[in-house]
């Protein structure tokens, strides 16, 4: 097969008068526009499309050859350019970007070349099946139940639900190969391609057939049966349904966000209460315990983001240990069985985005994650939050050495503001909103907040900028190490304390701590002594070292640098005992 596939190329090459040791530029062009007629057959899991897309060439030499590639359950009918047919070969490749781990590849000969920046329009049909397939995950030793916990997209008759690039190519995308088993590959190629496709636009017709449940004998369905159709989290408008027309929806979208886009189909009820939408599929008290949530939780996220713009919306998914996932403004997430605390972490996030809008995912997510600690702290106290945050921690420091590994990436495409990297936008923004407002207070980054306009953020430095106008302090030090540039994290210990009886019969205690990590912070250090605890905030610069005194009232015991506000890369070594000897 794959010889055959060379010899294909080959001949390609010579009709294309190259020579025939030629490297194919599966990410040449990017697909600028899509126009797709969808026909989905949920009971048969069936898709078939057919449509129009634009091709730019996105490289500096004229392109003869084009890739298309959809999942591998899906099979190419037809690619025409106007009323020419197009010569493809298809082929298998292998590759994590969809779900069933391989991918239905088109090598398209376009009729000319395709110079620099030029665009061409092509035709194409193409159609198959979506079934629940974890292929990518279990062949590299995922636990199954974990996999179809991850990659629960499916076409199905109770519930349909398709990701797209980066879980299942169920329109058409052009990349490398993708490889789990490889590091940051699949993230990589994956935010190749969303930059490429940072400004397309896509238009979707969806027909289902053969959905028969709920009609009567006329073929109408009643209302309340009717399956509704969303894409990116927005609702498709109903277009009519007369019989033996199928049910037809009209579904348009420009790519504002970084997730992928989504198509949801589904018989859903609505709960609507001030300030949320809720859509479920059966009744249980979940419902009862989101809706608490929302209005327990609405002033807080009025008090720091402004009032709601919109509601909150959060839809279900019926698999009850389904990864959520957030498609637009809509949290798609199973619902039933999860608790109070669940409902409240949930509302937070989803008023926080119903209030507060921004197109940088370190702004838009970094608040809505930062927002479900301050919701904590306000519930179970500071170390609630702290260790919420040092759960997502966890994640952030195993990003960290891939971080110094991918120095071949330029340095802008890994900093805060520029990232699209999910660990880095949604856990390191969190964390780096937490340092601010622990440095600035709460009322200087509230100010902040609400000064921020979306249609005036022209500018990485815009956010930064309006924080700096609220504070007298100089952060310019923190926002080169945490938000212009990826520098790594902190690294604290202390060197040596020493503590001394002074005659008022308290005690002075010298500190010199260390941070030898690569990023700058303040610091709190907290002083343990007979009686008490005092607490200072210490400006540590990257690769600094500093001493300073602190006077108790008792014997000091113990320092503990740095409660867990800080993201650090090691903490074993935060705890300094005083020994009583230095006294
Ligand atoms: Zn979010």
Redesign the pocket.
Known sequence: MKFLIKKALCLLCVLCGSTCCFSLDREAFAIKNYDLNLQIDPEQHRLGARGKITLENETSTPQRLAVLQISSSLDWRAIRAGDKMLQFVTQTYTSDIDHTGSLSEAIVTLPQEVAPHATIDLNLAYEGVILLDATRLTRIGTPEDFAKNSDWDRIDEDFTAVRGAGYVAWYPIATESANLSEGDSLFEVLARWKSREARSRSHLEVALTGFRVGADENGKIPAADEPQVFFNGVRCAFQGNDNPRPLVFDCSAQSRRLDAPTLVIAKYRVLEKPGIELRYLKEHEALTAMADAAQQTAPLITEWFGPPRERAKIAELPYPDAAPF?SGLV?LTPLKGRDSNFAGLTMA??L??ASFLSFRPWI??GL??FAQAVYLEQLKGRQAALDYMGLHRTALTKVEPVATALASQPDENRSLVNTIDEQLY?SKAMCVWWMLRDMIGDAALKKAIASYKPEQDKDPAYMPHLIAAQTQRDLSWFFDDWLYHDRGLPEFKVDSAYAAATPTKSFMLTISLENSGTAGAEVPVAIKFAGGEVTKRIEMRAKSKATFRVETPGAPQEIRVNDGSIPESYVSDNTYKVEPAHM
Do not use: I, N
């Open positions: 957030e949290l996030h989803q926080t985005h838009e997510e809505a994650h949604r």
